[in-house]
């Protein structure tokens, strides 16, 4: 029998592309506007000229050396949580003493502590280490605080694994660093997928660290940077959103080819 159209269905999703659409049209359209075509005109009209200027202005403002410096934040998180959690997860996963489960526990604290509450002694312990206005002052703070998340993700993953493969290869004389290598990353692959995303985005679209603990030009990153924009007569808001936009196309491309990973490896959070 043919089904009616689900008109009001229809109805639904056009009054969400719209409320999703034009915020989005608002953006990109103000990139391509002057500043003065958008005063007169209003963000919703259409551009009377389009223009590049604001891309340009947003790197001659100095966001070249911000976007590097995120970059470099983004690169070395990713760094840490790969070096740190993999093998962790793997130990929660593999061990069956409470000791191990006490500590994963306990290190799942974390989850319930705002980066906001230990802004203060996090402050006072980077400028005691000599990393105050320093990029590995951001990277640690900001890898400390991905590690409790990426590693009940990971740990999910790792727990999806049948343990009769784990007796296969433990009767073929593998070792417990054999398995990890041979038998463990290679099915975690979406779990690691998921955690580098997860990094990724935290690392990227940090604010408090780096505003706390960062003050020169030299180690801005993108968030700090987009205050350039604003000024004692006003803001720029052409060249804020040419900047914002620039800001948004790299972690929207790792989005764009990982969100299926990102996805199946939440699903895989709980365990079996």
Not at 150 to 163: K, Q
Not at 203 to 218: E, I, K
Request: aromatic share 12%; glycine share 8%; proline share 6%.
């Amino acid at each position: 029998m043919r089904r009616r159209p689900n008109y009001v269905a229809g109805a639904g999703s056009l009054v969400w592309l719209f409320l999703v659409g034009l915020p989005l049209y608002v953006m990109l359209a103000a990139t391509l506007r002057t500043r003065q075509d958008y005063a007169e005109n209003g963000p919703v009209s259409l551009p009377d000229t389009f223009t590049l200027d604001n891309y340009s202005r947003a790197f001659d403002s100095g966001f070249g050396q911000y976007f590097f410096n995120t970059l470099v934040v983004t690169a070395c998180v990713i760094g840490i949580v790969l070096l740190l959690v993999p093998p962790l997860a793997y130990a929660i996963v593999r061990s069956r003493g409470r000791t191990t489960s006490a500590i994963f526990r306990l290190f799942l604290l974390g989850l319930a502590i705002p980066a906001q509450a230990v802004i203060v002694p996090m402050f006072y312990l980077i400028s005691e280490a000599g990393l105050y206005d320093n990029l590995l002052g951001v990277i640690l703070p900001t890898a400390a605080f991905c590690l409790p998340m990426s590693a009940l993700i990971l740990s999910g993953a790792m727990r999806d694994i049948s343990p009769e493969l784990y007796e296969a290869m433990a009767m073929d004389g593998a070792s417990p660093r054999r398995m990890f290598f041979q038998l463990v990353l290679p099915l975690s692959r979406g779990g690691v997928s998921t955690i580098v995303v997860f990094s990724a985005l935290q690392a990227w679209n940090g604010f408090l660290f780096p505003l706390v603990l960062t003050q020169s030009d030299s180690t801005k990153v993108v968030t700090l940077g987009l205050y350039n924009f604003q000024t004692a007569h006003g803001i720029d808001i052409p060249g804020l959103l040419g900047a914002v936009v620039l800001s948004m196309v790299p972690i929207l491309l790792v989005y764009l080819f990982a969100r299926r990973a990102l996805v199946q490896g939440l699903m895989g959070v709980g365990g079996k």
